[in-house]
């Protein structure tokens, strides 16, 4: 028969450790408690497909995670959570996740940029944290779930007119659900979850095509977004709307950071992180991401 006193003190230590992060395009302050070892089954067992996995991982910050709402800890619907809080968001929610369940990224060997000596570093993830990292969303007249910005770009008598938008956690998961587990690998070997155009279909709620000032077609379907994002939309296109849309919300994208002093000319290094695809390596790995300890 279970103790219920055993239960109950285990139960009261597993959240001791918080985490408190900003979330900059919801405008709202967050704590993540740590995640227990059935939370690590889950999205090992979900990890064959990249939108049950993605899913799974927003159910479990769902249940770690708790809005500051006038300096009280509540718990939001979790309808709300994946329309209404930004994927930018959830990613500072893996931050604070990452913190309070394992505090440091493990032991990683790096080169300094100057002199090309390795060393050892562990690096802490409240050292990933610079002045710049974050920066809160400006308007506040529409939350970002309703705000839209149209990025038109003419090509020869053509336009082609992108309504764009910081994505909510929902719709990064619809566009999961179009990639397979191969596709995420081999994205995974230049350090992101997606590819160039998989970026982009996430940033469009819809393409507008024109000639000569008269529309000629318009979809929001998200898969024929990416499908002509694919194979339909001229690479310059798509490199200009990639720079509009960077000058325009380029700055709420968090920067994981830190600097290293190299131990051998003492050059201070850069190093960068992405938080989502460490997190995603750390499931996939277990403690081989970890590395040695120090």
């Known amino acids: 028969m279970l103790d219920n006193s055993f239960l109950s003190i285990a139960l ?16 709202k302050s967050a704590v993540v408690t740590p995640f227990l070892l059935g939370d690590h089954q889950v999205l090992k ?10 899913r799974e991982m927003t159910k479990c910050l769902y249940k770690h995670t708790q809005i500051v709402e006038d300096g009280v800890e509540v718990k ?25 369940t394992y505090e440091h990224l493990g032991v990683r060997e790096i080169a300094c940029e100057s002199c090309k000596q390795t060393a050892k570093y562990k690096i802490t993830l409240d050292e990933l944290i610079q002045e710049d990292s974050l920066t809160i ?12 910005y149209p990025i038109s770009i003419p090509f020869d008598d053509y336009e ?5 938008s910081i994505p909510s956690i929902l719709k990064y998961n619809q566009i999961l659900g179009m990639i397979s587990m191969d596709k995420i690998k081999k994205n995974l070997e230049v350090n992101s979850v997606l590819s160039g155009s998989e970026e982009l279909a996430v940033l469009i709620k819809q393409i507008i095509i024109s000639k000569s000032g008269a529309e000629l077609t318009r979809s929001s379907n998200l ?7 694919d194979c339909a939309i001229p690479s310059k296109i798509s490199e200009d709307f990639q720079n509009k849309y960077e000058a325009k919300f380029g700055k709420y994208y968090p920067k994981f950071y830190t600097y290293l002093a190299c131990t051998a000319c003492q050059h201070s290094t850069k190093y960068s992180v992405d938080i989502e695809t460490e997190f995603f390596r750390r499931i996939l790995s277990g403690r081989e991401a970890m590395g040695e300890e120090l």
């Open 12 to 27: 009261s230590i597993k959240d001791i450790r918080k985490s408190e992060m900003l979330l900059p395009i919801a405008r």
């Open 45 to 54: 067992t979900a990890i064959l497909s990249p939108q049950n996995y993605d």
């Open 76 to 100: 939001i619907k979790y309808d709300d959570l994946i329309s209404q809080i930004s994927n930018i968001d959830k990613i500072c929610l893996l931050w604070a996740c990452y913190k309070s």
């Open 137 to 148: 969303w400006e308007d506040e007249a529409l939350p970002f779930y309703e705000y839209i």
């Open 160 to 164: 082609y007119t992108f309504e764009a």
């Open 223 to 229: 898969q024929e977004i990416l499908t002509v994002l």
